[in-house]
């Protein structure tokens, strides 16, 4: 056996327990990680029988996963979703109980509370490239929303529904979704979207996109890969 065979051989999946003082019912949703020391994940705790339960939050240390002190953490609700572009600036979106919008905002030495953007019900963070998006929904219309300088600015949402988004910059960002048409793949260019309808996906929608080289996208769904070429 090679030695690149035997370092293969021996990584595998290892079970690492959650602070015992969350309970049995907990569920995450979602989690990032920058590097083998430094990795958040939200949900919610207390699922099921004392639903709507309360928003969780864990840290990893390289060593063991802690649980993050969150202001407002007395407000029934969940933590949806969670994004960094650096380990010292993350979010995190999620709901409170009545379904309100909840934004969270790590400075590199605690979480606080920010103000979401108005009348939006958020479901995802989204960052990388040095970009933050957000994708939600207001007026029963699906919105997605980028920060920059001066807050959250509205961008367009290409036809159709995104259900995940990958982003290299900002004019660099690829969309997984359906159309009328069908699964659907779309890259934004900082101006326009260009679409793509994935002609034989084994699905009617593509749930996420991976990017394997400047020129190359992977997109999933159900555990089925389709390949697209960026265009140029």
């Known amino acids: ?133 957000l994708i939600g929904s207001r007026d029963s219309a699906q919105v997605l929303l980028r920060r920059d300088g001066r807050g959250w600015q509205d961008v367009p949402v290409p036809p159709g529904a995104v259900y995940g988004l990958r982003i290299k910059a900002v004019d660099d960002v690829w969309a997984a979704g359906e159309t009328h048409s069908g699964a659907a793949m779309s890259h934004w260019n900082g101006q326009t979207w260009e679409q793509t309808i994935v002609h034989g996906f084994p699905r009617s929608a593509v749930g996420s996109v991976l990017l394997t080289s400047p020129r190359r996208a992977v997109s999933r769904s159900s555990g089925h890969p389709a390949r697209r070429t960026a265009p140029s």
Do not use: K, Y
């Open 1 to 133: 056996m090679t030695s690149a065979a035997a370092e293969t051989e021996s990584e595998s999946w290892q079970h690492v327990p959650v602070p015992a003082q969350v309970r049995p019912q907990a569920g995450l949703n979602d989690a990032v990680a920058f590097g083998p020391d430094r990795a958040w994940a939200v949900g919610t705790d207390a699922v099921g029988r004392e639903a709507p339960g309360f928003p969780l939050m864990l840290r990893w240390d390289g060593t063991a996963w802690q649980r993050q002190s969150l202001p407002g953490a007395s407000r029934q609700g969940e933590l949806l979703s969670v994004a960094a572009t650096s380990p010292s600036a993350a979010w995190a979106v999620g709901r409170d109980s009545a379904g309100g919008a909840r934004l969270l905002r790590f400075d590199g030495g605690a979480w606080h509370e920010a103000r979401p953007p108005g009348g939006v019900a958020l479901t995802e963070v989204v960052a990388g490239g040095g970009e933050t998006w």
